[in-house]
């Protein structure tokens, strides 16, 4: 299941600071060991991350990667569009659609499958977009402990 999420923001800080921020592994380690799926609950991975204006956290279960494309004002904020893909296995998904299938009240028909398939869809969306915004804030606050004083 490919499921994808884009917003603009407005960073804090010079465009050279904005891009040592994104190059700092801890902006996305919390992207993917330990992972708190819908449906199917807690899982744990191993993950290989790679930090960066184009960047990415894989996993057997859930991976993300994306890319900010930054703006500078030729001061100290930064616009900046970030767009993210994430691949969740298909042995997850189906897992999921199968644990809601089984609490369903949805009586059995032949369109039933894709239903499931939607809403479990749409439950991953949700989380990725809580995700990115909690990978967003861990960026603006390493820009606020960057900062000169």
């Not at 790679?50 to 279960?61: E, H, K, R």
């Not at 949700?126 to 990115?132: I, N």
């Not at 915004?133 to 004083?149: F, T």
Request: proline share 3%; aromatic share 6%.
């Amino acid at each position: 299941m490919e499921i994808n999420h884009c917003t603009t923001v407005h960073l804090s800080g010079s465009i050279a600071a904005v891009h040592a921020a994104l190059s700092d592994r801890d902006c996305l380690g919390w992207f993917g060991e330990e992972l708190d799926l819908p449906i199917v609950g807690r899982r744990r991975q191993t993950v290989s991350t790679t930090p960066g204006v184009d960047f990415s956290c894989t996993g057997d279960a859930w991976s993300v990667s994306g890319s900010w494309r930054l703006e500078g004002d030729g001061g100290d904020h930064v616009r900046a569009r970030l767009e993210v893909r994430c691949r969740v296995a298909e042995s997850v998904a189906r897992e999921a659609v199968d644990a809601y299938r089984s609490h369903s009240p949805l009586p059995i028909r032949t369109d039933a499958d894709a239903i499931l398939w939607k809403l479990v869809e749409d439950l991953f969306r949700e989380k990725l977009a809580g995700d990115v915004d909690a990978y967003r804030q861990r960026v603006e606050a390493m820009l606020g402990r960057r900062a000169p004083a």
